[in-house]
Nanobody, 119 residues
């Protein structure tokens, strides 16, 4: 069992940046691939990005590619989602998840952090 806690949400202006953090605690937390998802108002939860256990492999959803960047501090069991050139349509609750590999269904979820981008 691992616990995930997101932080860093806020209310940036369009064109601005924000960095979200996902802290993982618990047994073997560093052995999981960590993903980021978001749920926009009135929409289903959708995939944003994922990083592998070593931090060397990443994958991004098309609309955030080139604007969002993942990094992983294995020693701190923390994954960061750097979000640049934010757009109003990036407004959502952002969740991090943990799964055995980048391609498998997440096993654990955080509670989310709100990002509201103003135009």
């Amino acid at each position: 069992q691992i616990e995930l806690v997101e932080s860093g949400g806020g209310t940036p202006q369009a064109g601005g940046s924000l960095r979200l953090s996902c802290g993982a605690s618990g047994r073997a937390a560093s052995w999981y691939a960590i993903g980021w998802w978001r749920q926009r108002p009135g929409k289903e939860r959708e995939f944003v990005a994922v990083i592998g256990r070593s931090g060397n492999t990443t994958s991004y959803e098309a609309s955030v590619k080139g604007r969002f960047f993942l990094s992983r501090d294995v020693a701190k069991s923390t994954v960061y989602l750097q979000m640049n050139n934010l757009k109003p349509e990036d407004t959502a609750v952002y969740y991090c998840s943990a799964g055995a590999t980048m391609g498998t269904k997440p096993e654990y979820w955080g509670r989310g952090t709100q990002v509201t981008v103003s135009s």
